[in-house]
């Protein structure tokens, strides 16, 4: 059916469990596979360095990235033009620079206490982890982002912005690999929950704009000062302020909710793990600040435990577990000895790729030691790509670091968890979603205040 319609995609991704799919299509079919008369779907690491790659001539064009646009204007994340692309991601960079980095670690931490608050509300009783692991980011993203507070951890429940955003995401998974539905739809005015999303994205630029460009050390002071100087390297248009700032939202609170989600799952089901995990952390507790964790104490040759639970946990259930396609160039792509012909769409389920045997031993369990004193456990490390590769890997991988680290330290110094009454911990991978980025299932706990 694959090789006849497009429509094939859509049929099996209207369950949201595309990721499951692709790894039962690996399994049956073998290492390549097509699921549309131009698509080919391909479980190897060869493919994921040729296709992403630094210097790789595969490129985002007749992909669903064309689908994405702010009034023709596409978002850092979506853009097919190479050169586009270099001179913001320039920009972008600047806002992920070390400096910026240690302002963001402290909206990082005002956002743990507020998560420590709420948990001290809420001792003994059943705490839904999924929408929290939401909230927390979402909440830190207002700030880092856009020097915003919603307030979201506090009221305990969704903002109608989360809900935009997941029917944006849902719509294009739905839609699996068959875009041009969505550019139709977008030619005519977009769908409602679409368009209030932007129209949400563009009030959080408005509101930040309102403050002189370094007023605040966010993400926006550089867009803004680029946006604003005489001569604009990257945002030379005022829709692209718009575009950019739905990567914002998007990046930074749904991928870093589903990592924190299921991480909180595996921390939860066993107690050996959080033991470990605290008795790592004990000597690392005030060593730089006074009654307090940094990100320095917590780097990979400091708390090498909790960036193996951290890896461990990406690897297992990747956010963007299907991953985006590119096209391939006119001569055509050798990968693994087989070759694949020009003008093909080619996609690296990242899902499949690190739940793979042919990389990981024992590749469906969770085992953070492979990371750390097991690594004869992973066959082939160049699998492990949580954040892709190339010159569109993500640009916020240290603050998505920054975040779980932090999160997950000072939440398992002051509390220990466990599953709720009647929780089973089935849900979280049972009703997952994969709706472009992974959409866990619901996960109770119940936390309780260490002594």
């Known amino acids: 059916m694959a090789k006849l319609t497009k429509f094939y995609g859509p049929y099996k991704a209207l369950g949201g469990k595309s990721h499951i799919n692709f790894v039962e299509l690996f399994e049956k079919y073998g290492d390549v596979v097509r699921t549309a008369p131009n698509e080919l779907i391909v479980l190897s690491t060869d493919a994921q360095q040729k296709v992403f790659g630094v210097g790789t001539r595969c490129s985002k064009e007749n992909t669903s990235y064309e689908s994405v646009a702010y009034k023709g204007f596409q978002n850092l994340e979506a853009a097919t033009n190479r050169e586009e692309h270099r001179k913001r991601r320039q920009i972008w960079d600047k806002a992920f620079s070390t400096k910026a980095l240690e302002s963001y670690e402290t909206y990082a931490r005002e956002t743990v206490y507020e998560w420590l608050g709420k948990l001290a509300s809420l001792q003994g009783q059943p705490v839904n982890t999924s929408l929290y692991s939401l909230l927390i980011p979402f909440e830190n993203m207002g700030r880092m982002g856009f020097s915003i507070n919603f307030g979201s951890i ?111 799952y595996h921390l939860a089901r066993d107690p050996a793990l959080r033991q470990k995990l605290l008795t790592e952390l004990e000597p690392l507790y005030g060593r730089t600040l006074t009654g307090e964790f940094t990100n320095h104490d917590l780097s990979d040759a400091e708390a090498p435990y909790l960036n193996s639970i951290i890896n461990e946990t990406m690897r297992l259930d990747n956010p963007t577990c299907s991953n985006g396609g590119r096209l391939t160039p006119p001569e055509g792509l050798e990968v693994d000895g087989i070759f694949i012909p020009g003008e093909v769409v080619v996609y690296t389920p990242t899902h499949a790729i690190q739940r793979s045997a042919k990389y990981f031993k024992d590749p469906n369990n969770f085992i953070p030691e492979r990371w750390t004193t097991r690594p004869d456990l992973i066959i082939d490390k160049r699998a492990y790509l949580p954040f892709s590769c190339g010159s569109h890997s993500c640009v916020g991988k240290k603050v998505a670091i920054l975040v779980l680290r932090l999160i997950l330290a000072y939440t398992v110094w002051y509390y220990d968890f466990q599953f709720a009454p009647g929780e089973d911990g089935l849900a979280i991978h049972r009703d997952s979603i994969d709706a472009s980025i992974l959409k866990p299932g619901k996960l109770e706990c119940v936390f309780s205040q260490r002594t």
């Open 154 to 264: 506090q009221k305990g429940k969704e903002d109608i912005m989360l809900h935009y955003l997941e029917e944006t995401l849902g719509m294009i998974a739905k839609l699996g690999t068959m875009w041009w539905p969505i550019a139709l739809i977008n030619s005519i005015g977009g769908s409602g929950d679409h368009i209030e999303f932007e129209k949400l994205a563009c009030r959080m630029v408005d509101q930040r704009e309102k403050q002189a460009d370094d007023e605040n050390e966010d993400i926006m002071k550089y867009i803004l000062q680029d946006h604003h100087s005489k001569v604009p390297k990257g945002f030379h248009h005022h829709d692209l302020l718009y575009a950019d700032a739905q990567v914002i939202m998007v990046a930074g609170t749904d991928t870093i909710g589903a990592t924190l989600s299921f991480a909180f």
